[in-house]
């Protein structure tokens, strides 16, 4: 498998994953279309399906244990620190730009179209997940502030899949840390370990996220780790996870609480894993998430994450809203459901265009000014940092 085809199959599955968040996320769109009522109810056979393959949570564990994997690429070819170095710099002004773009949008969708989740919800007969979202007024001033510090700091007010912000950021600079010092020792699987394990023990499952970083710079470091194709078969079964399942109540009531450990996240962590594994040794799966419609949707899936929220509490919710009124509810749901693709898709390749490109551009400019050739540091190795694979989203996604 050619380098630019293995690249392609790793932005495939990054697309399906970013995918299955928006799905995941038009639940009550879903519930809607197939209720066997006038209202929306989780009753149907529909959803009852739907609900039990995809767990929101999943693709972020896939995202994370994308990033631990792509962002040590460079590292991996050339053995250089400064790429570590460069990374390092890189990371918050690879991210934020896409970030703050989304949070202006939500404040301008708020002031135009409108976010109708509240009313959409009450229309339908009441959805907690709609009416959980944007409860308070947005600002421009606020949208500003979450972009460029609130998200990462946890407060997802003005888009709620940016929860995973800080995660990507602080598993990404983690793990810069310990492969600058462990990477290149044959032990370096020893001392991820014992990090997975000192994580896992002090943040919980926001260890169990963390660790997913190290898993991915595993899969990279050791080869030997990657799996045959049939291992996506229990990959997507522990994907597919939650939290109301026999197992998973039976398990999470047996750990102590003040593990404070979510067994759901467990398992997809460890379903995210053997997925990618899966996907890094089997020549087949290569093949079909690096097709073309995958992988453009994994070029374009981290400006998917960030704005397909907007459009559901907007574009969705507004034209769930108006069907439901006029007595039509389940086409109403339909029609949300297509024009939140349609429309996400659309802005996805045009903030990837217009925005995550040039953030890209600006984040490799501020690399070369901070780490310019200097005493320490030759003028070649800065030149590389314009190379360096940089590229894969935050977090993340997700369905918290």
């Given at each position: 498998m050619k380098p630019t085809q293995h690249n392609a199959a790793l932005d495939g599955l990054r697309g399906v994953a970013a995918f299955l968040v928006v799905l995941f996320h038009m639940e009550a769109f879903v519930g809607s279309a197939f209720s066997p009522t006038d209202k929306y109810t989780i009753g149907s056979p529909v959803w009852q399906m739907y609900r039990r393959v995809i767990d929101g949570n999943f693709?972020?564990?896939?995202?994370?244990?994308?990033?631990?994997?792509?962002?040590?690429?460079?590292?991996?070819?050339?053995?250089?620190?400064?790429?570590?170095?460069?990374?390092?710099?890189?990371?918050?002004?690879?991210?934020?730009?896409?970030?703050?773009?989304?949070?202006?949008?939500?404040?301008?969708?708020?002031?135009?179209?409108?976010?109708?989740?509240?009313?959409?919800?009450?229309?339908?007969?009441?959805?907690?997940?709609?009416?959980?979202?944007?409860?308070?007024?947005?600002?421009?001033?606020?949208?500003?502030?979450?972009?460029?510090?609130?998200?990462?700091?946890?407060d997802d007010s003005y888009n709620y899949p940016l929860w995973t912000l800080s995660i990507e950021l602080t598993g990404s600079l983690m793990l810069f840390g310990i492969a600058a010092l462990f990477y290149r020792s044959e032990r370096f699987w020893i001392v991820a370990l014992a990090v997975a394990a000192?994580?896992?023990?002090?943040?919980?499952?926001?260890?169990?996220?963390?660790?997913?970083?190290?898993?991915?710079?595993?899969?990279?470091?050791?080869?030997?780790?990657?799996?045959?194709?049939?291992?996506?078969?229990?990959?997507?079964?522990?994907?597919?996870?939650?939290?109301?399942?026999?197992?998973?109540?039976?398990?999470?009531?047996?750990?102590?609480?003040?593990?404070?450990?979510?067994?759901?996240?467990?398992?997809?962590?460890?379903?995210?894993?053997?997925?990618?594994?899966?996907?890094?040794?089997?020549?087949?799966?290569?093949?079909?998430?690096?097709?073309?419609?995958?992988?453009?949707?994994?070029?374009?899936?981290?400006?998917?994450?960030?704005?397909?929220?907007?459009?559901?509490a907007s574009v969705g919710c507004w034209v769930l809203e108006v069907f439901a009124l006029r007595g039509e509810l389940h086409l109403g749901g339909l029609l949300a459901i297509a024009a939140t693709v349609v429309v996400s898709l659309v802005l996805a390749q045009l903030m990837t265009t217009l925005v995550d490109g040039p953030a890209q551009r600006l984040a490799n400019w501020i690399a070369n000014a901070v780490l310019q050739p200097s005493r320490s540091l030759p003028e070649t190795s800065v030149r590389k940092l314009e190379n360096f694979d940089n590229s894969v989203a935050a977090g993340g996604t997700s369905g918290r």
């Open positions: 693709p972020v564990a896939v995202f994370f244990v994308l990033s631990g994997f792509v962002l040590l690429l460079g590292f991996d070819r050339k053995r250089d620190l400064p790429y570590l170095a460069g990374a390092t710099v890189k990371r918050y002004f690879r991210l934020t730009p896409v970030v703050l773009a989304s949070t202006v949008l939500a404040w301008l969708a708020s002031v135009t179209i409108g976010l109708h989740n509240a009313s959409a919800a009450a229309a339908i007969g009441g959805n907690e997940g709609l009416t959980f979202i944007y409860r308070q007024p947005l600002t421009f001033i606020g949208s500003i502030w979450n972009g460029l510090a609130g998200a990462y700091r946890g000192g994580w896992i023990t002090l943040f919980g499952t926001r260890g169990v996220y963390y660790t997913l970083f190290l898993a991915g710079a595993l899969m990279l470091r050791y080869p030997s780790l990657r799996l045959r194709w049939y291992w996506l078969i229990p990959a997507a079964y522990l994907g597919a996870e939650n939290i109301w399942l026999p197992e998973m109540v039976f398990v999470q009531n047996a750990i102590p609480k003040s593990w404070n450990l979510d067994v759901t996240a467990c398992a997809h962590a460890i379903g995210a894993v053997m997925m990618l594994a899966s996907v890094l040794g089997s020549a087949k799966l290569k093949s079909v998430f690096g097709c073309r419609p995958l992988a453009w949707l994994g070029r374009v899936s981290f400006s998917l994450y960030v704005c397909h929220a907007i459009v559901i």
